[in-house]
């Protein structure tokens, strides 16, 4: 699973990442093995998908105390930016590679093709010889759905507070 900045697979990447690992992800992208699924998230994805919001008011989150380290991220973000929410690159990433696709997004067969001097990268709907997916969001169902797994399983109380 991948986590993609790039934006829609269109190239132009200007997160600092793609700069800096831009001969390593063609690398690992060319040289993966076939024998192996790689499943790539597009920064189109999480942009849409917003969580938060219930850690941060406290609505419905037993997890949402001044203590939980995770409700503390939200507000740095968040708080500063004047917004309630966070764009959820990570987590959509997360749930998918723990749930799987369930009814959320479609898998999109084809190969990412990575420019090794700027990060960059295109996606080709040619994957013949590779096993590559591309994640989208399933517009039936749209962002809400996502938005609320991420936002309970964020907002589930641990059951222990420490070890044993």
């Known amino acids: 699973?991948?986590?993609?900045?790039?934006?829609?697979?269109?190239?132009?990447?200007?997160?600092?990442?793609?700069?800096?690992?831009?001969?390593?992800?063609?690398?690992?992208?060319?040289?993966?093995?076939?024998?192996?699924?790689?499943?790539?998230?597009?920064?189109?994805?999480?942009?849409?998908?917003?969580?938060?919001t219930r850690l941060l008011s406290g609505h419905n989150c037993p997890a949402s105390v001044p203590a939980n380290p995770c409700r503390r991220a939200f507000a740095d973000f968040s708080v500063p930016a004047n917004r309630t929410w966070r764009e959820s690159w990570d987590s959509v990433t997360s749930l998918y590679a723990v749930r799987g696709a369930e009814d959320f997004e479609t898998l999109t067969p084809g190969r990412n093709i990575v420019n090794s001097t700027d990060g960059s990268?295109?996606?080709?709907?040619?994957?013949?010889?590779?096993?590559?997916?591309?994640?989208?969001l399933n517009e039936t169902t749209g962002v809400t759905p996502l938005e609320n797994a991420i936002d309970d399983l964020i907002c589930s109380k641990p059951s222990t507070l420490g070890p044993k």
Request: hydrophobic residues 30%.
């Open 121 to 136: 990268d295109v996606w080709s709907t040619d994957g013949a010889g590779v096993r590559q997916s591309y994640l989208v």
């Open 1 to 52: 699973m991948r986590d993609n900045y790039s934006g829609n697979f269109g190239g132009g990447c200007t997160h600092p990442p793609c700069s800096w690992s831009s001969f390593s992800s063609a690398f690992t992208v060319q040289e993966w093995p076939n024998t192996v699924p790689m499943v790539f998230s597009g920064f189109e994805l999480g942009s849409r998908i917003h969580t938060g």
